[in-house]
């Protein structure tokens, strides 16, 4: 049965992008290739000024090609959004690849009209090691949900769309406002969709809406991004106060972050000046209890679900508790950082 183009919403894919020559070309073939109506479909760019020869490899696409100077993504999205026409607006960036039915299935879930926003999973491009604890860890690096579920407000820490995967209904946007051009580093899209829940609209989260996502190829670029993301949910608390849900989440890490580290620094004090054995194995239940867990969590995974590697599961307990302490360290860096907000 052959779909009725009439009734097909139209929908704008906007694209955020700097210097990303060297990836850019593959996430605008994987665009060509949609089995979307072509005339019901609109591609945006938006290019950070870039200096590498990206603009003019987006030259090349039937596509719209903006620029946008100012900082932050934030920005490129709300002048892709100004810009657009499209009844959905979906976003992905530059280092991703989508399917043939992305944009059937980001369509096919706003059917119901009190779907504002739509979430779906980001799985790795490549098969390195990297990316493959990205999908699998504990706190998996990009969102990956196992089931659909359809919420009324975001639920940090995992329950909310990624940018790289999302779309918005034009008049969910239009009454709960554009995107919140001061906040940046991370989370800086999700705000917009707390805001849209707070509007009357639901959330859908499909793990149905796929694309591929090129991961951080090394582990230098992987904390530096996890750190980013601590900057995000800094940044958000500093501005945002406890407004948002994502600032308490801010709060709640810190908070809790720091309570261990008093707590083993004072069983450390407990330990020098008595000679009490008690101190020493409580200290030692708290240093060792955090990484224990996640090893028997992922010889789990290894022996029963099969689902990581046997020598990935020594690994990943050192690299999820790396991830914590630098995540952590970037809400406090960022609460703490002297700027102009």
Not at 60 to 68: A, D, N, R, S, W
Request: net charge positive.
């Amino acid at each position: 049965m052959e779909k009725d183009n009439k009734s097909q919403p139209k929908v704008s894919v906007i694209i955020p992008v700097k210097n990303g020559a060297a990836h850019i070309k593959d996430v605008l073939d994987s665009l060509m290739q949609v089995g979307y109506e072509k005339d019901k479909l609109e591609i945006i760019v938006v290019d950070g000024n870039s200096t590498d020869g990206t603009k003019e490899i987006v030259a090349q696409y039937p596509v719209k090609l903006l620029t946008e100077e100012r900082p932050g993504l934030n920005a490129a999205r709300n002048t892709g959004l100004k810009h657009s026409t499209g009844e959905i607006i979906a976003f992905t960036d530059y280092d991703c690849v989508v399917p043939k039915d992305w944009i059937d299935k980001i369509v096919k879930n706003f059917q119901k009209p009190e779907v504002g926003c739509i979430g779906g999973n980001i799985i790795g491009y490549h098969n390195d090691f990297l990316s493959q604890y990205a999908d699998k860890s504990v706190m998996p690096v990009m969102r990956i949900f196992k089931k659909r579920k359809i919420l009324n407000t975001v639920k940090p820490p995992w329950h909310y769309p990624a940018g790289c995967n999302m779309a918005f209904k034009r008049e969910a946007i239009k009454k709960a406002g554009m995107f919140d051009e001061k906040i940046r580093y991370g989370f800086d899209e999700d705000e917009l969709v707390e805001r849209v829940c707070k509007a009357g609209y639901n959330m859908v989260l499909d793990p149905e809406v796929v694309i591929k996502h090129k991961h951080r190829p090394t582990l230098t670029s992987l904390l530096k991004q996890t750190f980013n993301y601590g900057r995000g949910m800094g940044h958000m608390l500093r501005i945002k106060g406890l407004k948002s849900l994502f600032s308490k989440w801010a709060l709640y890490c810190v908070l809790v972050f720091l309570f261990w580290v008093i707590t083993i620094f004072a069983f450390l004090a407990l330990s020098f000046l008595t000679s009490t054995v008690i101190y020493k194995g409580i200290l030692l239940f708290l240093i060792l209890f955090p990484l224990g867990a996640l090893v028997i969590f992922y010889a789990y995974e290894s022996a029963v679900n099969k689902k990581v590697k046997y020598k990935s599961a020594l690994i990943y307990p050192f690299l999820d508790i790396a991830r914590v302490f630098i995540y952590v360290f970037g809400i406090i860096y960022q609460v703490l950082k002297i700027e102009n907000l």
